[in-house]
């Protein structure tokens, strides 16, 4: 099975706003409302961002938010800080695999 | 505070078993309902699924790796391990445990993850 398709990277200035787009099929985000997304800083574990969509767990900033249109989920981080330079990763529930990844896209804060 | 572990050989050469266990800490691995994961990162690449073991003690496995894979639970040490036969090179990853805490791919918490090589 393929993995989800995201940019391989994007860029923003700090204050700007950016999207990752995180495209997959039928079989997955567009049938499931069961879509994560994660942020991992180089040598670090992956953090929970968003999840169900749209959701933030607690302790989140909330310039991080989530969409989902049809088979394509997004990702949009506003108000860019140095510190959100980092590589993200989405999920989605899979009929067939269960946790179907991106293959991630790393965010360079010019 | 929920924390996870990994810990195992960082070496493995090829043909041998892969295995690695998640200490956790901060909560009972029978708490429930989480299903706790097994995901890996390939050198500079995406992360990929391995397994979960609901728990309650039900497993299910990455299809492409389920010939493979073994998830357990040892509920005397909140342990909870992963086996993998038959390894080659492309089982070089970096290992991951992690809490996936509604059965929704929501994996909230993980461990630092640990390295392992296939190399003779």
């Known amino acids: 099975q393929s993995a989800l398709t995201q940019p391989a990277s994007v860029s923003g200035s700090p204050g700007q706003s950016i999207t990752i787009s995180c495209t997959g099929t039928?079989?997955?985000?567009?049938?499931?409302?069961?879509v994560s997304w994660y942020q991992q800083h180089p040598g670090k574990a992956p953090q929970l961002l968003i999840y169900?969509?749209?959701n933030r767990p607690s302790g989140v900033s909330n310039r991080f938010s989530g969409s989902k249109s049809g088979n394509t989920a997004s990702l949009t981080i506003s108000g860019l800080q140095a510190e959100d330079e980092a590589d993200y990763f989405c999920?989605?529930?899979?009929?067939?695999?269960?946790?179907?990844f991106g293959g991630g896209t790393k965010l360079t804060v010019l | 505070q929920v924390q996870l572990q990994e810990s195992g050989p960082g070496l493995v050469k090829p043909s041998q078993t892969l295995s690695l266990t998640c200490t956790v800490s901060?909560?009972?691995?029978?708490?429930?309902?989480?299903?706790w994961s097994w995901i890996r990162q390939h050198p500079g690449k995406g992360l990929e699924w391995i397994g979960y073991?609901?728990?309650?003690?039900?497993?299910y496995y990455n299809p492409s790796l389920r010939s493979r894979v073994t998830i357990s639970l040892d509920t005397s040490k909140n342990q909870f391990s992963l086996k993998v036969n038959s390894v080659t090179a492309a089982d070089t990853a970096v290992y991951y445990c992690?809490?996936?805490?509604?059965?929704?791919?929501?994996?909230?918490?993980w461990g630092q993850g640990t390295l392992v090589t296939v190399s003779s």
């Open positions: 992690a809490r996936d805490s509604a059965g929704s791919c929501q994996f909230d918490y």
């Open positions: 901060g909560d009972s691995i029978t708490s429930g309902p989480f299903y």
């Open positions: 073991m609901y728990y309650s003690g039900t497993t």
């Open positions: 039928s079989r997955d985000i567009g049938a499931y409302n069961f």
């Open positions: 169900e969509v749209s």
């Open positions: 999920t989605s529930y899979s009929s067939t695999t269960y946790a179907l």
